[in-house]
């Protein structure tokens, strides 16, 4: 393959999580090939749309690696959440969306589907 070689310092968790990834993934040979696609889509990604905005129904946000270690420690560790998005979404419903919102949603839900069934 022709193109500049480059050196990358990792931690030997980061190495550890990217040679996992290429382990489960045949379609990256090494992880060099990751790395590649990896740049590439968040360059393109990045120029797309700046950093902290919308794009469809995703948001890309950062946060401190001290809360981002909590959140994996609740997912991996404590298994109290299948992923970091479920942490995320579960925190999100919890600040926004009261439980009245929630309770009166599921009523026009289930009347929704009353009536539906009446039409029926």
Same mark, same amino acid.
């Given at each position: 393959?022709?193109? @500049? +070689? %480059?050196?990358?310092?990792?931690?030997?968790?980061?190495?550890?999580? %990217?040679?996992?990834?290429? @382990?489960? =993934?045949?379609?990256?040979?090494? +992880?060099?090939?990751?790395?590649?696609?990896?740049?590439?889509?968040?360059?393109?990604?990045?120029?797309?749309?700046?950093?902290?905005?919308?794009?469809?129904? +995703?948001?890309? %946000?950062?946060?401190?690696? $001290?809360?981002?270690?909590?959140?994996?420690?609740?997912?991996? @560790?404590?298994?109290?959440?299948?992923?970091?998005?479920?942490? %995320?979404?579960?925190?999100? =419903?919890? @600040?926004?969306?009261?439980?009245?919102?929630?309770?009166? $949603?599921?009523?026009?839900?289930?009347?929704?589907?009353?009536? $539906?069934?009446?039409?029926?």
């Amino acid at each position: 393959m022709d193109g @500049e +070689r %480059i050196t990358l310092r990792l931690e030997p968790d980061i190495l550890e999580l %990217i040679d996992d990834f290429v @382990e489960k =993934r045949p379609e990256f040979s090494n +992880r060099s090939h990751l790395a590649r696609v990896a740049l590439r889509a968040f360059i393109e990604g990045a120029q797309e749309t700046p950093m902290s905005e919308e794009k469809g129904n +995703r948001v890309t %946000i950062e946060v401190p690696m $001290a809360v981002l270690h909590v959140m994996r420690t609740m997912v991996k @560790e404590e298994g109290l959440y299948n992923s970091i998005n479920d942490v %995320i979404l579960e925190t999100l =419903r919890s @600040e926004f969306v009261s439980k009245q919102y929630l309770e009166e $949603a599921k009523k026009r839900a289930l009347e929704a589907r009353h009536d $539906a069934m009446q039409i029926l």
